[in-house]
């Protein structure tokens, strides 16, 4: 699908993500489907869990083991590829970079958006980070229904 219209498949989407037993932890899941010279997340991430090898066109490897969550890598992908992606009780919750104004608010419930751009949900803004050292990029974090951890990639205001 990916070539055809833009969008990432079911197989390419669960080939980023580690098991719901690694997800109790805050991971980061990387969305890069393509090869291109990029690597902005391996170099930036203080627990030298993003690899790219080599080649600057080899897609990033999380090694979960090593990935704290801590969202560094997020700030720093320049395509906006990068959630960090957790399971709390029955809950999704997903860190994940923002560019657009206005800003979420804590509390505000939104709109739950998959790849296609659809809304499937409802999310729940939990937490905006947003500070000059990280270039205009806030940091929102979500939760939304755990049936959805595989398919929501971002919020939209509900209008």
């Not at 699908?1 to 980061?28: C, I, T, Y």
């Not at 009780?89 to 923002?98: C, E, Q, T």
Request: proline fraction near 6%; charge should be negative; charged fraction near 25%.
């Amino acid at each position: 699908m990916l070539n055809r219209d833009g969008v990432a498949s079911k197989e390419q989407v669960l080939s980023r993500f580690p098991s719901n037993e690694v997800l109790v932890k805050a991971k980061a899941i990387t969305e890069c489907y393509e090869e291109i010279p990029c690597n902005p997340c391996a170099t930036s991430c203080p627990f030298d869990a993003i690899h790219i090898g080599e080649d600057i066109n080899t897609k990033p490897v999380v090694d979960f083991d090593l990935c704290t969550g801590c969202g560094i890598c997020v700030y720093s992908c320049p395509g906006l590829a990068i959630v960090i992606a957790q399971i709390v009780n029955d809950k999704a919750r997903f860190k994940l970079p923002y560019e657009l104004r206005p800003l979420p608010i804590v509390g505000e419930i939104w709109d739950g958006v998959n790849r296609s751009g659809d809304v499937i949900c409802k999310a729940l803004i939990e937490k905006v980070t947003y500070t000059a050292r990280v270039d205009r990029t806030a940091l929102v974090q979500v939760s939304v229904p755990l049936e959805f951890i595989h398919e929501f990639i971002t919020v939209r205001r509900v209008l």
